[in-house]
């Protein structure tokens, strides 16, 4: 894996980097969304399913309904695990949907649960920096250099990056 770590990521930062991911996702179906509460994990997916043509306003914290499902060019479930007691509630109200090689899943608090979610995916941490900044660990596998290179051109300044 490859971890870019992207410094003082504005709102409007954060916009650019959710397009690049969707625009590179290169076969890997999985997003993983850590970080504290209010850290901007629900509003990346906002602007993640922007591009797919599902509406902003459409996209909401599934905290309290385990899972949201948007469907447009691409049908995406949106997950959050923050008040989950039970992993196998996830596994009830998904229905047999991770199966769906062509969905997206996008899952906050994916950490809670780690052994649960083993697929190869794209995980992003964020960190609160001040009011309007955070700073973004990026994880990408290797394989998908597209996106590495394209998140190194992302107009946000300040970058580092570590092969671990
Ligand atoms: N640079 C930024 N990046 C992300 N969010 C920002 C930024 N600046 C301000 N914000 C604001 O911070 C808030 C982040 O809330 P959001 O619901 O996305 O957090 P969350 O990580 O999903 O929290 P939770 O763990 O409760 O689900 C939003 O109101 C957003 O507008
Ligand atoms: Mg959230």
């Known amino acids: 894996m490859i971890e870019l770590e992207i410094y003082d990521v504005s709102l409007e ?6 397009r690049i991911i969707a625009n590179n996702l290169n076969g890997y179906r999985f997003i993983f969304l850590n970080g504290n509460l209010g850290t901007g ?3 990346f997916v906002k602007y993640f399913c922007e591009n797919f043509g599902i509406k902003p306003e459409d996209v909401s914290s599934p905290t309290f309904t385990v899972v949201n499902v948007y469907s447009d060019l691409k049908t995406i479930y949106h997950i959050d695990l923050y008040r989950l007691n039970d992993i196998e509630e996830l ?5 047999g949907q991770l199966e769906d090689e062509e969905g997206i899943f996008l899952i906050e ?23 309007d900044k955070r700073d973004l660990i990026i994880k990408v596998p290797e394989e998908n ?16 990056e570590t092969k671990i």
């Open 145 to 160: 250099q597209k996106l590495i290179n394209e998140l190194r051109r992302c107009k946000n300044g300040r970058k580092s």
């Open 13 to 18: 930062n954060l916009r650019d980097i959710a």
């Open 109 to 131: 608090w994916s950490n809670i649960f780690p052994e649960y979610f083993t697929e190869k995916g794209i995980e992003i941490e964020l960190k609160h920096k001040s009011n």
């Open 91 to 95: 596994f009830y109200v998904l229905e």
């Open 41 to 43: 994990k629900t509003t």
